[in-house]
DNA sequence: ACGATAAGTTGATATAGATCAACATCTCAA
DNA sequence: TTGAGATGTTGATCTATATCAACTTATCGT
């Protein structure tokens, strides 16, 4: 008889397994290396829409990978105020920003149902000291998120936000061996909106102008991009 | 007779001597780990104001960490509008996003007459797998960057981000041994509101306001932080 | 399948901050 | 020391986008 993966706890730690072998953490490594790392790998467990992964606050131990899905890591500052910091495609890590102060600083929400790989970090980073190749690649992961919030410092109008935000969605699917031009915007207006410190009605009058003029095409959560040379003009990088 | 260092070379490369052993990139490394360090410091250079450090599409090749003065780091879009990505302090690195692109995005400029010194990144990472303490203390360094920026993306409003411009600095040179009330703010109004994405005139208004409201002192370059709660509050972390 | 609740859209208005313009002050080379 | 260009300030106006409000459409539990 075969085993059969659990729905809540799907225990296939393979990275060697996993499509996502050539983004994440596994980048470079040798077979007896990659065995090395899926050792440590503790869980990959499904979370639900809206389920969180742990809380700001808590103490740092493990970063994340996503396997499936999208994760959204919400931060809340003390008047209240939430700010989704960002959104994090299957072989993106999170928790990385939570090594210098020791403890989360935002809390990871399922955007839809989701997977997520657990790996603690001291272990990790031993296991780096003595595989250059994931050494490389941790440094190289954690480079490519200060250079993406870089790149966009510089999208100052509405606009340019929007299509920044939709650029950089549209090239990360690329390189997961998806369609740059159509994929699924799985989160809500609103926490786009939030995410890009702009009012939910102005990324709707935004999309609807982008619509009209043949620049997108948009049914529900469903997204093409029938002008990309619009939109990097519109950014301009 | 004694060995004086030249105004263009200072031969100082002992990190053991430096001030900013406890910030830069020894944190953690005992005597015998830090003169390996020492020993990949390829050069400690002073920049002169306005002297850049390398061309933004240059190949990378090395990192650098601020030993004195200060650097900011341009970026120039295909429109040709340059933007500010961040200001350099002593002890902090810059060049560290270029990991992933394998080339420079940005621009390192003196501010002031500053010195930098160079690090070769293959040597500095081949040391690093040998010396656990110092990969933690670069990963600890990358994600203290990653941590500002994600902080910095909740200030939405003017005064929010002035706000919080001012508390990143105090916090900085605090760290740094100096004043958290009291510095020098060495980079000009223009330069401080192309950073945050504001106009110039912004910054002078608002800085205007918060020396009415008797939150700030500020004598051409020299700020005196009188309300670090006002700032605080208007910041909400 | 139905109604309730949330999410998204559209329009009208208000406002923070950009832009334009004039002036003031600083910096530094001759 | 002067004066020319850069830097910074102040005021007047304009505009992009937030806010407020009403409505429409989707989602989901029963």
Tied chains: 1, 2.
Excluded: W
């Excluded at 809380?55 to 989704?84: C, E, L, W």
């Excluded at 992961?141 to 870089?150: G, N, V, Y």
């Excluded at 699924?184 to 102005?202: F, V, W, Y």
């Excluded at 709707?204 to 990309?228: A, H, P």
């Amino acid at each position: 008889m075969a085993l059969i993966p659990t729905a809540s706890s799907p225990k296939q730690l393979r990275c060697s397994q996993c499509s996502l072998v050539k983004l994440c953490l596994p980048v470079g490594l040798n077979d007896e290396d990659m065995m090395q790392l899926e050792s440590i790998i503790e869980t990959s467990k499904i979370y639900k829409q809206n389920e969180s992964v742990y809380r700001a606050g808590d103490p740092f131990h493990h970063v994340y990978a996503v396997k499936s899905g999208m994760f959204q890591t919400v931060a809340i500052d003390a008047n209240g105020d939430s700010q989704i910091v960002g959104f994090h495609l299957p072989g993106e890590l999170f928790g990385l920003d939570a090594i210098y102060p020791g403890h989360y600083t935002s809390t990871p929400v399922a955007v839809s149902s989701s997977i997520a790989c657990s790996i603690d970090f001291k272990e990790l980073s031993t296991l780096a000291t003595q595989m250059p190749s994931l050494q490389h690649q941790l440094l190289t992961l954690m480079s490519k998120e200060m250079h993406a919030s870089h790149v966009n410092m510089g999208d100052h109008s509405a606009d340019q936000k929007i299509a920044g935000f939709i650029l950089s969605l549209s090239a990360r699917y690329k390189q997961r061996g998806y369609s740059a031009n159509q994929f699924q915007l799985l989160m809500s207006r609103k926490d786009i909106a939030n995410h890009l410190g702009m009012a939910p009605e102005t990324v709707s009058r935004l999309l609807k102008r982008l619509i009209n003029e043949d620049v997108l095409d948009i049914n529900q959560s469903d997204i093409t991009i029938k002008n990309m040379k619009y939109l990097q003009d519109t950014v301009g990088h």
